[in-house]
């Protein structure tokens, strides 16, 4: 009886010793604690962390979860863990859907075959890219027509996904985008995204050509060049029309535009916008794939008045909660170019009026969707506080 009693007690004990460090996995007051405690869950694994995970969620709501524990959630492989994260793809109002659906993908359940094939069509590209993460862990080969229409998808992320797991699947199609990616020079505000792209695409086709032909994606134009056309001739031996093959949408265009104003939105609940204001005054729309419209001087004036409350914002300082959700404005100052940062419920009211008047103009130029597309995802800044 006492050998029963101790083991009961220590059941008890590690229970609550899990239950402790699934709290300090998501204690979004004290980030320092999670990746410790979310490592430690990772390596203890077992029903016992399934079910304290699946009970933290039943009593705190999909919400309490932190973005570290959900993307762990792919390296525990159990059926109750699987439950919950189709739970979390589901739910619209759940902060890191994105996350929940590539963790879904790493426990390669045939059984969520149809919920990746629908989520090739979510509107977070994040979730797109895990989707067809699920579908090549499958081998769903029926599903290769439609990872061939996402090599032509708007964003890059999703583009080279579609590339990467039709190449595991044996098809190498999808290689003339990432070579076309090796290309991608998109210079903002002084930083050059461009780079984000020719990295990610460089790492993949050295190991599939078992060469990097000296390219180096940090390089500047002149030093990339030589690789860059080694790459082009590899990838020609195969494909020699490889350059016809690459969709309209992820052929590499340089914008050496002279850009007076950015906003860069990014959100893991709600997907990112972009747009700048360049000199010529046209308002700019898109990250990579760019849509430009002349402002009339209307606009513009409305667009500039609106935004002197923003330059009255202290940009010393962020403003709201941290996190994978937040707005930052690039602002001019003399030859380069000032940040405001703005995470969850926290902009300042001096910035409320430019976000109207963004609105309007986007409604008067894109349409009625885009408006709401922004003003959705704008909304999770709100705060009503001055700075």
Same mark, same amino acid.
């Given at each position: 009886?006492?050998?029963?009693? &101790?083991?009961?007690?220590?059941?008890?004990?590690?229970?609550?010793?899990?239950?402790?460090?699934?709290?300090?996995?998501?204690?979004?007051?004290?980030?320092?604690?999670?990746?410790?405690?979310?490592?430690?869950?990772?390596?203890?694994?077992?029903?016992?962390?399934?079910?304290? #995970?699946?009970?933290?969620?039943?009593?705190?709501?999909?919400?309490?979860?932190?973005?570290?524990?959900?993307?762990? &959630?792919?390296?525990?492989?159990?059926?109750?863990?699987?439950?919950?994260?189709?739970?979390?793809?589901?739910?619209?109002?759940?902060?890191?859907?994105?996350?929940?659906?590539?963790?879904?993908?790493?426990?390669?359940?045939?059984?969520?075959?149809?919920?990746?094939?629908?989520?090739?069509?979510?509107?977070?590209?994040?979730?797109?890219?895990?989707?067809?993460?699920?579908?090549?862990?499958?081998?769903?080969?029926?599903?290769?027509?439609?990872?061939?229409?996402?090599?032509?998808?708007?964003?890059?992320?999703?583009?080279?996904?579609?590339?990467?797991?039709?190449?595991?699947?044996?098809?190498?199609?999808?290689?003339?985008?990432?070579?076309?990616?090796? %290309?991608?020079?998109?210079?903002?505000?002084?930083?050059?995204?461009?780079?984000?792209?020719?990295?990610?695409?460089?790492?993949? #086709?050295?190991?599939?050509?078992?060469?990097?032909?000296?390219?180096?994606?940090?390089?500047?134009?002149?030093?990339?060049?030589?690789? &860059?056309?080694?790459?082009?001739?590899?990838?020609?031996?195969?494909?020699?029309?490889? %350059?016809?093959?690459?969709?309209?949408?992820?052929?590499?265009?340089?914008?050496?535009?002279? !850009?007076?104003?950015?906003?860069?939105?990014?959100?893991?609940?709600?997907?990112?916008?972009?747009?700048?204001?360049?000199?010529?005054?046209?308002?700019?729309?898109?990250?990579?794939?760019?849509?430009?419209?002349?402002?009339?001087?209307?606009?513009?004036?409305?667009?500039?008045?609106?935004?002197?409350?923003?330059?009255?914002?202290? %940009?010393?300082?962020?403003?709201?909660?941290?996190?994978?959700?937040?707005?930052?404005? !690039?602002?001019?100052?003399?030859?380069?170019?000032?940040?405001?940062?703005?995470?969850?419920?926290?902009?300042?009211?001096?910035?409320?009026?430019?976000?109207?008047?963004?609105?309007?103009?986007?409604?008067?130029?894109?349409?009625?969707?885009?408006?709401?597309?922004?003003?959705?995802?704008?909304?999770?800044?709100?705060?009503?506080?001055?700075?």
């Amino acid at each position: 009886m006492r050998v029963l009693a &101790l083991a009961a007690a220590l059941t008890v004990q590690d229970a609550a010793r899990i239950a402790r460090e699934v709290e300090y996995a998501n204690a979004k007051d004290r980030p320092q604690l999670q990746a410790q405690a979310v490592r430690r869950l990772v390596e203890r694994g077992g029903a016992a962390v399934a079910e304290a #995970l699946a009970a933290f969620v039943r009593a705190n709501g999909a919400n309490a979860l932190s973005l570290a524990c959900t993307e762990a &959630l792919g390296e525990l492989k159990d059926p109750r863990i699987a439950a919950l994260l189709r739970e979390l793809v589901g739910n619209p109002e759940f902060y890191w859907r994105p996350a929940a659906m590539k963790a879904l993908a790493e426990h390669a359940d045939p059984a969520d075959r149809e919920l990746f094939r629908k989520g090739l069509g979510d509107r977070l590209w994040g979730c797109r890219v895990g989707a067809i993460r699920g579908l090549e862990r499958l081998g769903d080969r029926e599903a290769m027509p439609r990872l061939r229409e996402l090599l032509g998808d708007e964003v890059y992320d999703v583009r080279a996904q579609a590339a990467r797991s039709l190449y595991a699947m044996g098809d190498p199609s999808g290689l003339p985008v990432l070579v076309e990616a090796l %290309r991608a020079d998109a210079v903002w505000f002084d930083v050059d995204y461009g780079q984000i792209a020719r990295e990610d695409a460089w790492k993949f #086709l050295k190991k599939v050509a078992g060469d990097d032909f000296g390219y180096k994606p940090w390089d500047p134009p002149d030093r990339r060049a030589a690789g &860059l056309a080694k790459f082009e001739a590899w990838v020609a031996r195969t494909f020699p029309d490889w %350059r016809e093959r690459v969709p309209e949408k992820a052929r590499a265009r340089a914008d050496r535009t002279e !850009y007076v104003f950015g906003y860069e939105l990014r959100s893991c609940r709600k997907g990112d916008f972009f747009f700048r204001l360049d000199a010529a005054g046209n308002l700019v729309l898109g990250y990579f794939t760019l849509e430009r419209v002349p402002l009339s001087a209307e606009e513009r004036r409305a667009l500039e008045g609106a935004l002197e409350g923003v330059r009255r914002v202290d %940009r010393s300082i962020p403003y709201g909660q941290g996190g994978c959700d937040f707005e930052q404005y !690039y602002l001019r100052a003399g030859d380069r170019f000032e940040k405001l940062w703005v995470g969850t419920g926290g902009r300042p009211a001096a910035a409320e009026p430019f976000i109207g008047a963004v609105a309007r103009v986007l409604r008067a130029r894109f349409g009625e969707r885009v408006a709401k597309d922004f003003e959705e995802r704008a909304a999770l800044f709100q705060g009503g506080r001055d700075e």
